[in-house]
């Protein structure tokens, strides 16, 4: 499984996902969702927020998360979450200075 679909289950479950570096997700209890009905996957309309905090950091439920659903060792687990978000900010940075 991929890292960012991990992360997107990790948030539908937990309600809350931290990205060291970047900030933390919330999804709200209340959240509106309907079925994709052409892939049978949970849509998300409308309930995620998310709070800029770039001192946030790794959380080790998170990592287990990776690691169980990953089949890796933490130390894997995190580098690739890791790699995954420097990607991330460097995608995000595109065309600044």
Known sequence: MKIASLLAHYLYTNKKLDLTGIGTFLLDTNFVAETDNT?????????VSFL???AVKEDPVLIAYISSHT???KPLASSDLESHLELAKQFMNIGKP
Do not use: A
């Open 39 to 47: 892939k049978n996957k949970l849509v998300v309309l409308e309930g």
């Open 52 to 54: 800029q905090d770039s």
């Open 71 to 73: 089949g890796k060792i």
